[in-house]
């Protein structure tokens, strides 16, 4: 394929799953998260068509900074997908500490803009790339306790909607993909390493493996330029979200 796929979230779960797909198709991709070690260890299995960017993404100045070093061709980005993110907490919202909703906005929210906004003057100028949002259905089904979390992914909806609004005719597409409970790393951070708790967020049901997303964001990306999929649901089979009681994330 001969594109530059930047990877945010690189490091785990639905990011890392992203580059190694992307990487299998013959991209280069550019691994972005805050853990170097582990983008280093990706980095050397996939070979010449990766390199790391450690970064931040809640550091704006950072993430200018680790995009302008970017040496070419990796510096031409085509192809964006968001995928740092994280929940933290799943207590009701005047139990839970505004700590874990501040960093839930500063990392889902704040650092998707920082990322939009490095990587977009390029594609307009250029005429053509692919900026990819990593949703969630929590941003439109509620729970308890997803109070913060549903809120920044429900920014993320709307972003990608006003996105293709204003990229119309530009040749650059925004795709918001919105995936259920997948078998990942949030689960351990959203507990703060209470793997028991962890565990329980996906008992009695199949999760959707980080592969299952890769492959649906990367089908995406390779329709043709004249079609966009705008918004992209993905969920495990056995769940199906509803006002009585669901457990999503
Ligand atoms: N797993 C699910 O069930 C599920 C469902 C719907 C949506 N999602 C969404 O999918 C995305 C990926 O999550 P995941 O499930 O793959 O979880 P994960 O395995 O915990 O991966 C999260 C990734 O985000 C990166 N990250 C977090 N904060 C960052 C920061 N400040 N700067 C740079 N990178 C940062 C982490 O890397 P470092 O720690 O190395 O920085 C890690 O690579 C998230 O946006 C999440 O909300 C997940």
Redesign the pocket.
């Known amino acids: 394929m001969n594109r530059t796929v930047l990877v945010?979230?690189?490091?785990?779960?639905?990011?890392?799953a992203c580059a190694r797909t992307f990487a299998a198709a013959g991209d280069r991709v550019v691994l972005?998260?805050?853990?170097r070690d582990?983008?280093q260890r990706l980095g050397a299995e996939l070979g010449t068509g990766a390199i790391v960017a450690t970064?931040?993404?809640?550091d704006r100045a950072a993430v200018q900074t680790a995009l302008a070093s970017l040496a070419p061709p990796f510096d031409a980005v085509d192809v964006l997908v968001n995928?740092?993110?994280?929940?933290l907490g799943r207590d009701p919202i005047h139990l839970a500490d505004p700590d874990d909703g501040r960093r839930m906005v500063e990392?889902?929210i704040n650092?998707m803009l920082h990322m939009v906004q490095a990587v977009l003057p390029g594609m307009v100028a250029r005429g053509r790339g692919d900026v990819v949002l990593?949703?969630?259905?929590?941003g439109s089904r509620p729970y308890a306790g997803g109070n913060v979390?549903g809120g920044t992914?429900a920014f993320v909806a709307q972003l990608a909607a006003n996105l293709r609004a204003e990229l119309r005719g530009t040749g650059v597409r925004a795709t918001l993909v919105?995936?259920?409970?997948?078998?990942?790393?949030?689960?351990?951070?959203r507990f703060k390493g209470d793997m028991e708790k962890a565990r329980a967020a996906t008992a009695g049901l199949r999760?959707?493996s980080?592969g299952d997303v890769a492959e649906a964001v990367r089908w995406c990306i390779d329709r043709p330029a004249h079609v966009t999929l705008s918004r992209l649901e993905i969920m495990p089979s056995d769940e199906a979200p509803s006002l009585l009681g669901a457990r999503i994330?």
Do not use: H, M, Q, W
């Not at 995928?83 to 929940?87: D, I, K, N, R």
């Not at 919105?178 to 951070?189: K, L």
């Open positions: 945010t979230g690189a490091s785990s779960g639905i990011g890392e972005a998260a805050r853990r582990r983008l970064l931040d993404v809640c995928a740092a993110g994280l929940a990392t889902n650092g990593i949703g969630s259905i929590a979390y992914k919105e995936p259920g409970t997948t078998s990942t790393e949030i689960f351990a951070v999760p959707l980080p994330e």
